[in-house]
């Protein structure tokens, strides 16, 4: 069996036009599957192999010339659509940022369902409106709660990536920021200074929505410390703490400094007349974008980015459906110095 290296070899082979051969090996719907299978089938036997290099030039040729205007979908669980709506933190504008910045880029536009709203349709219905408008694309934008979950659509029609790492259930690929080495590194930093008593301002609810990466890699921490260094969690069953039991875990617990996600504990302790970094330190695990403050840039605004380019390398492969295995990307954050720390 002689082995083929073009695709005018397979043509030949198959009794086609190149021009059919390729739309088939790119799983184009212009030819009929039964035809397309076959012109797979004929290239698998005899050994093709296409040229990368080649592939992603007519692949980049073909997104320039055709793929402006092509809409993404973009499911929110908010009672109110994300655009419009009531003011939301900060994460969701500098990630919902990042996602539009790119998707500009790259020649596609964001369309927002709120799949959650008063009135949005039901699963087969839904699944139904985006094929009609043809959006193979999508992406599960976090917040709105672990649950309820996504409508369960029929995925198959579907390329989908989710932003975060709430969504919980459905075996999809997901882009988010590296909170785990983000809590690591401030650690680091606190060490560095001569801090011994970190204290975790998170109840023992802690942090599902993001898997435990916070406290997580917290804990961790303190396990290798001596007895006399662990500071124990904010007593309450809220993943962030309310100011009394806050206060009430400060004096019982007399930690150097305070880390927190997004609690207004500077507020609290400004509030009170304490002075940082002179009476407590202070680090914000995520700063989105607050400025004198030390912390972490989790460069949500990248994450968005990153987000929207693994859905439109799964769109260029003609990959669609729920992945066998899914894969995290995650994006390491950068630490900020800030006024609220001191070298002890």
Known sequence: MRSVKTLKD???????????????LRGSPRVAE???????????????????????????????RKQAGVTLGLLTKFDDPLRGGPRRPRYYSLLLAGMAERAEELGF??????????????????????????????VLFPGGGIDPEFPALDWAHFA???????????PVHRIASDYAFGMERCLEEL?????R??????????????????????????????????VGLVPGGDAEPREEAFFAWLR??????VL????????WLKGRGWRMPEDLGLVRLSLRGRRGVAGMDQRTTEVGRATVEVLAKLLYLNQSGLPETPAVTLIPGTWREGATLRAL
């Not at 039964?34 to 990368?52: F, L, M, S």
């Not at 030039?57 to 073909?62: T, Y």
């Not at 019982?252 to 400094?257: M, T």
């Open 160 to 170: 989908v990536v989710a932003a975060g790492l709430s969504t919980t259930r459905l």
């Open 10 to 24: 397979i043509a030949a082979l198959a009794g086609c036009s190149v021009m059919s051969v390729s739309l088939a």
């Open 34 to 64: 039964a035809r397309r299978r076959e012109i797979v089938r004929i290239a698998e036997r005899h050994g093709y192999r296409p040229n990368p290099l080649v592939s992603a030039w007519v692949a980049e040729r073909g997104r320039r």
């Open 260 to 267: 927190t996600l997004n609690a207004p504990v500077e507020a």
């Open 197 to 230: 008593r970190p204290g975790l301002a998170m109840t023992a609810s802690l942090d599902p929505q993001v898997r435990y990466a916070f406290s997580g890699a917290f804990l961790s921490w303190q396990q290798r410390q001596a007895p006399d260094r662990r």
């Open 252 to 257: 019982a617990e007399r930690p150097d400094c």
């Open 191 to 195: 060490e560095r200074r001569g801090y």
């Open 109 to 138: 536009r964001l369309e927002e369902f709120a799949v959650r709203a008063a009135g949005a349709p039901g699963e087969e219905r839904f699944t139904r409106i985006l094929r009609a408008r043809g959006i193979r694309g999508l």
